[in-house]
């Protein structure tokens, strides 16, 4: 507890774990944006390479948690029809993650803001892409580059994936799984990126530990919630909540 004290106040931690909960009941409902929410919500509490520790394991579970929700077969299943997604992301993943320490705070903010804002206002203005089945390799191949790149920087590659997925005609329960098989592995490399860019450290792993267990209790909720309410309202809320966290992003790069 010393150890962890030493990285956040009291109010600070209360604050972070305060918003990893409702993060993970975002995500819970919609199968993305937690970790988005929490680099956004944190960053704001505390500093934005703690914020990026602290996001980095409970990703990993709340994804293995989301990828086999319906078994083994379904998730394998999910891994070969966007393998090429993967392996690119995963690169440009692996890569970027090394410039984090190198690239200023607020340049990473609105690296992170713009994209997060456009997305939104695009979904929210009913917008949907259609990728012809001829081109959906090359597709895989470019958003899995934006996605792993916008992964690395911030430990967040939710928005380009669901838009490929949307402008795939994904039904809803298979773009959760989806989601969550894809997410899964980019966590891997995340963790694994992030240990050798030294963002996940000794010193660190206290705070990236205390925030796993508000992410998977909001998760648990947020699944619940997901059985039981109109889930176009919801994700429509969540893409509400989404524009907001990214506006805040792009204010606090522009003003510190």
């Given at each position: 507890?010393?150890?962890?004290?030493?990285?956040?106040?009291?109010?600070?931690?209360?604050?972070?774990?305060?918003?990893?909960?409702?993060?993970?009941?975002?995500?819970?409902?919609?199968?993305?944006?937690?970790?988005?929410?929490?680099?956004?919500?944190?960053?704001?509490?505390?500093?934005?390479?703690?914020?990026?520790?602290?996001?980095?394991?409970?990703?990993?579970?709340?994804?293995?948690?989301?990828?086999?929700?319906?078994?083994p077969r379904a998730a394998l299943g999910s891994l070969r029809a966007f393998r090429v997604?993967?392996?690119?992301?995963?690169?440009?993943?692996?890569?970027?993650?090394?410039?984090?320490?190198?690239?200023?705070?607020?340049?990473?903010?609105?690296?992170?803001?713009?994209?997060?804002?456009?997305?939104?206002?695009?979904?929210?203005?009913?917008?949907?892409?259609?990728?012809?089945?001829?081109?959906?390799?090359?597709?895989?191949?470019?958003?899995?580059?934006?996605?792993?790149?916008?992964?690395?920087?911030?430990?967040?590659?939710?928005?380009?994936?669901?838009?490929?997925?949307?402008?795939?005609?994904?039904?809803?329960?298979?773009?959760?799984?989806?989601?969550?098989?894809?997410?899964?592995?980019?966590?891997?490399?995340?963790?694994?990126?992030?240990?050798?860019?030294?963002?996940?450290?000794?010193?660190?792993?206290?705070?990236?530990?205390?925030?796993?267990?508000p992410a998977l209790a909001g998760m648990w909720i947020g699944l619940h919630l997901q059985?039981?309410?109109?889930?176009?309202l919801f994700q429509r809320a969540t893409l509400i909540v989404l524009i907001f966290a990214?506006?805040?992003?792009?204010?606090?790069?522009?003003?510190?």
């Amino acid at each position: 507890m010393d150890t962890l004290f030493a990285l956040v106040t009291p109010t600070e931690l209360a604050l972070c774990l305060s918003i990893t909960l409702f993060a993970g009941v975002v995500k819970g409902i919609v199968g993305f944006a937690m970790p988005l929410i929490m680099i956004s919500g944190m960053g704001s509490v505390i500093a934005p390479e703690l914020a990026l520790a602290g996001l980095l394991i409970p990703t990993l579970v709340g994804n293995a948690w989301q990828g086999f929700r319906q078994g083994p077969r379904a998730a394998l299943g999910s891994l070969r029809a966007f393998r090429v997604f993967i392996i690119v992301g995963g690169v440009m993943l692996v890569a970027s993650a090394q410039l984090v320490r190198a690239i200023p705070a607020q340049m990473m903010f609105i690296l992170i803001g713009v994209p997060v804002t456009v997305f939104t206002l695009l979904q929210l203005r009913g917008w949907r892409p259609r990728i012809p089945a001829a081109r959906e390799t090359v597709a895989q191949a470019g958003v899995g580059a934006l996605a792993g790149a916008m992964g690395g920087f911030s430990g967040t590659w939710g928005p380009p994936t669901v838009l490929f997925l949307t402008a795939l005609d994904t039904p809803k329960l298979d773009q959760v799984r989806i989601q969550g098989v894809l997410y899964g592995l980019g966590s891997v490399a995340l963790v694994g990126a992030h240990i050798g860019s030294g963002v996940l450290r000794w010193e660190t792993l206290p705070f990236a530990l205390a925030t796993l267990a508000p992410a998977l209790a909001g998760m648990w909720i947020g699944l619940h919630l997901q059985d039981r309410i109109d889930q176009r309202l919801f994700q429509r809320a969540t893409l509400i909540v989404l524009i907001f966290a990214g506006l805040n992003l792009i204010r606090r790069g522009l003003m510190g």
